[in-house]
């Protein structure tokens, strides 16, 4: 049993960078993908970023790559993303997902374990 445990969201006009922390405690996969997807109102799921353990190789979404970045610090068992430069379209609830291959984030749009989302408006 996997839970993940995700902060940082909230209200920011276009242009400007937000943070999101998401936390995993009782993770046994002994290599996994760990990242974000997002959803907003009436939209499907989308695939935002993801950084892989023990590879560490990052993916991004093309409508983020040179935006967003992903990070890990491996002591906390916590993933963040930065997010910079933030448009209007990237409106959304961020949900953090842990997979046991990238392959499923990325193509399938599915993850084993998920967090509770965390909103992240940027305005005009």
């Known amino acids: 049993q996997v839970q993940l445990v995700e902060s940082g969201g909230g209200l920011v006009q276009a242009g400007g960078s937000l943070r999101l922390s998401c936390a995993a405690s009782g993770r046994t996969f002994s290599s996994y993908a760990m990242g974000w997807f997002r959803q907003a109102p009436g939209k499907e799921r989308e695939f935002v970023a993801a950084i892989t353990w023990p590879g560490n190789r990052r993916y991004y979404a093309d409508s983020v790559q040179g935006r967003f970045t992903i990070s890990s610090d491996n002591a906390k068992n916590t993933v963040y993303l930065q997010m910079n430069s933030l448009k209007p379209e990237d409106t959304a609830v961020y949900y953090c997902?842990?997979?046991?291959?990238?392959?499923?984030?990325?193509?399938?749009?599915?993850?084993?374990?998920w967090g509770q989302g965390t909103q992240v408006t940027v305005s005009s």
């Open positions: 997902a842990v997979s046991r291959t990238i392959l499923t984030m990325t193509q399938e749009l599915r993850g084993d374990y």
